[in-house]
């Protein structure tokens, strides 16, 4: 993907966006473009080949986005949309016709989303319709926009009782998928490798690590995976909600260009 093997997406996760219940409005939009402006800059400069924009602290999460979380999203991007020397790519929890518009807005190559199955979430009962959100991508003129397909849903049980790798095979084939994500059980918490090796004998697509991939996995992890999205581990201190640490980053990164 993107001209690179062993790809790696930086993940630039906004803080809490107006309308959310976390939103600060004392620090204001300034603070949102700054803040993104600055994990863009040491995503960059730590060597990520793709960068990808979510309100991961808008909690607690909704199943379909507000007007406030678009537009914020949609405007900050376009701010720091100058400095971005990689490809860059949508996620709004859990909206897929949100990140295909934003898509479209922001000139983004990918978005990543929950877009098949059936599931018991903390969100409620979760229900996902792929068909009408291709239909809504074609309406947008969108159809350069790849489509990276979580098929492991984190904070949720999925009710398809099939293993990991019929469903990653039945997706691949029927849902137009451009890259299959297995995901651990929530943000920061990877896969076994076990699970990645079966979804990629039964898929001819790239099959990324979507969780849980840090310095001292991802060699492991990226002997079977075509490449992962790294949120958790670029911040600092680790934390999920931190702002990304560039020797984090430069670390990791060195890892991965060993492999290559």
Not at 11 to 39: C, E, K, Q, V, W
Request: aromatic share 10%.
């Amino acid at each position: 993907m993107f001209g690179k093997t062993k790809t790696i997406v930086g993940m630039a996760h906004f803080p809490p966006l107006p309308g959310s219940p976390l939103y600060d409005d004392t620090l204001g939009i300034d603070y949102l473009i700054d803040r993104i402006a600055n994990d863009v800059n040491n995503l960059q400069e730590g060597g990520v080949d793709a960068i990808m924009f979510c309100n991961e602290n808008d909690r607690p999460y909704k199943l379909d986005a507000n007007y406030a979380t678009a537009a914020t999203m949609g405007f900050v991007i376009g701010k720091v949309s100058k400095d971005l020397k990689v490809p860059h790519g949508i996620d709004v929890l859990w909206d897929p016709f949100a990140a295909i518009a934003l898509a479209k807005a922001t000139k983004a190559q990918f978005v990543r989303e929950i877009l098949t199955g059936v599931y018991v979430s903390d969100m409620g009962f979760w229900n996902t319709s792929v068909g009408e959100v291709y239909r809504y991508k074609k309406l947008l003129d969108a159809n350069g926009v790849k489509v990276f397909f979580n098929i492991s849903a984190e904070f949720a049980y999925s009710l398809d009782r099939r293993p990991i790798e019929e469903i990653a095979k039945s997706v691949a084939f029927s849902s137009l998928a451009d890259v299959i994500l297995v995901s651990g059980p929530m943000t920061g918490a990877p896969p076994n490798i076990e699970m990645i090796e079966r979804v990629k004998k039964n898929v001819s697509v790239p099959v990324f690590v979507n969780t849980g991939v840090n310095e001292n996995n991802v060699e492991d992890l990226l002997k079977v995976a075509d490449g992962a999205i790294v949120g958790t581990y670029f911040k600092k201190d680790g934390i999920t909600w931190n702002p990304v640490d560039k020797e984090r980053v430069l670390r990791l990164m060195d890892k991965v260009n060993k492999l290559r």
